[in-house]
């Protein structure tokens, strides 16, 4: 592995300007960081990987139909079996009509899409004109393709619309990077993808795929330990995306399976000596 | 994962003015995902004692079907129901008798003993008793319990007031455990009357 020693000169990560090598071009060399300074770097690495690894404990699912991409998110953060947040924002606003989900670390999504965003802007701004989803989503997969095998944890998805019309994307901490129709990430997908599979068309207005988004985070929270919180629905349209709802699952359980008063005998004893 | 978070489990007891009150969650689970959100974890031995079980699910059914058929004899042998006393050592003198392949479960158990006076008391997976004047606490949520009771908790509560008490420290604590919760299920026990209760949860 090639060390850069770019990175000495200035305190901020190096995004290409001022780099020495001809290979890469103003906007895909990817930033340096500083490496630890250890005796045993593998074993160090080894210990990072372990620390972020158990933490997809998330449900998140974004799919297109007729009228755009509808991306929805839990809010529980979990640290093995104690749930340290029920209000963390899982879906980071990239721009204002590309959205990405987060699952995986906190702080990588965080810093990773914040990067995306930037180079989002350098590209517009160096094109005169958006960049594709698709575009957006391989410039992230191949910075995340870089950092293999060094402990990131990030299974992102990248929802946007761009002049082709609605785009869709899967990428992950592996380096893979997936193109379809509907996709749900985290530890409550399996349940997420019953509930959403067995009611997609793709003829459904936003209101129904609303519901639909909402009903499949509910039966993930419901049933995956490692998910609840929040249930917050976003819809991409052609003028970009929109916060559509964010419920609380308690709530929701109450409102799709309300409870019927049942008087129950009661037990009177005397107590017997 | 551990296995006493196999299941995931939270049970609590709490003593009152001539009553206690014992509590536990609902949700059986396999690790992450949710099997069951109606799980017996507490049981009535007899009219006065009571004994929750937290930790794996199938050594708390086991335990309980093996305290039942002792309290049975001991009932045919003595004619009248056990102290809660001597039950506690009972079940530690059970557990103990497994030291080097043990139930994987912690018991808590509460009962009214001599003069209506509340008895609480818990015990590890090899039947250390730990008594108690306030509350006992164990399962998956034992720390969050230990908080909320700690900061709720008043001496010489009456029935009514317990029975809130005890609620809001369960709720409170399993809303911060991912592996316990999905409801609650409360035991109210005075002289005259047990009353069992239902909780509305956070079923996520």
């Not at chain 1, 090598?21 to 490496?35: A, C, K, Q, Y």
């Not at chain 1, 699952?103 to 930037?118: E, K, M, T």
Request: hydrophobic share 40%.
């Amino acid at each position: 592995m090639k060390l850069d020693t770019s990175g000495l000169e200035t305190t901020m990560p190096v995004i290409g300007f001022g780099s020495n090598s001809e290979m890469l071009d103003g906007f895909s060399s990817v930033p340096s960081f500083d490496l630890p300074r250890t005796t045993d770097f593998d074993g160090f690495q080894k210990k990072a990987v372990e620390m972020v690894k158990p933490a997809k404990g998330t449900t998140t699912l974004a799919f297109i139909f007729k009228e755009g991409v509808m991306v929805a998110a839990d809010s529980r953060a979990s640290m093995g079996g104690y749930i340290s947040s029920q209000s963390v924002k899982k879906i980071i606003e990239i721009n204002p009509y590309m959205l990405g989900t987060m699952a995986g670390g906190a702080a990588d999504c965080q810093f990773w899409h914040r990067n995306l965003g930037i180079k989002c802007r350098l590209h517009e701004l160096a094109n005169k004109r958006r960049i594709s989803v698709s575009g957006a989503s391989k410039l992230l997969a191949n910075m995340l393709y870089s950092y293999r095998g060094m402990g990131l944890s990030v299974g992102t998805m990248i929802a946007g619309w761009d002049e082709t019309g609605p785009g869709l994307y899967y990428v992950d901490n592996e380096g893979g990077r997936l193109k379809g129709d509907r996709f749900s990430v985290g530890s409550g997908s399996p349940y997420a993808y019953g509930v959403l599979d067995s009611g997609y068309k793709f003829d459904m207005s936003v209101e129904e795929a609303s519901e639909l988004a909402r009903r499949s985070i509910y039966h993930a929270t419901f049933r995956d330990g490692a998910s609840g919180g929040v249930a917050s629905v976003y819809h991409v349209g052609p003028q970009g995306w929109k916060k559509l709802s964010g419920d609380d699952v308690g709530e929701l359980h109450y409102h799709y399976y309300p409870v019927t008063p049942v008087t129950a005998e009661h037990v009177m004893e005397e107590a017997a000596e | 994962m551990q296995i006493f978070e196999y299941n995931g489990s939270a049970v609590v007891a709490m003593v009152g003015k001539n009553c206690f009150a014992i509590a536990s969650d609902r949700r059986l689970g396999v690790q992450l995902q949710t099997i069951a959100t109606d799980f017996q974890r507490i049981s009535k031995i007899h009219d006065r004692v009571f004994i929750g079980l937290s930790g794996l699910a199938t050594d708390v059914q086991t335990l309980y079907q093996r305290l039942v058929f002792r309290h049975k004899l001991y009932q045919l042998r003595e004619e009248r129901d056990m102290k809660p006393e001597t039950f506690a050592s009972l079940v530690s003198a059970i557990l103990y008798e497994k030291r080097f392949g043990p139930y994987l479960c912690q018991p808590v158990i509460a009962g009214l003993g001599d003069d209506d006076k509340p008895f609480i008391c818990t015990m590890d997976s090899i039947g250390a008793k730990e008594l108690a004047k306030d509350f006992v606490v164990s399962g998956t949520a034992s720390e969050s319990l230990y908080g909320a009771c700690e900061a709720m908790y008043k001496p010489d509560m009456e029935a009514e007031e317990l029975f809130e008490t005890i609620s809001q420290a369960l709720l409170s604590s399993v809303d911060r455990d991912c592996l316990s919760g999905w409801g609650g299920h409360v035991y109210i026990v005075t002289p005259t009357e047990i009353k069992e209760r239902i909780l509305k949860g956070r079923m996520d």
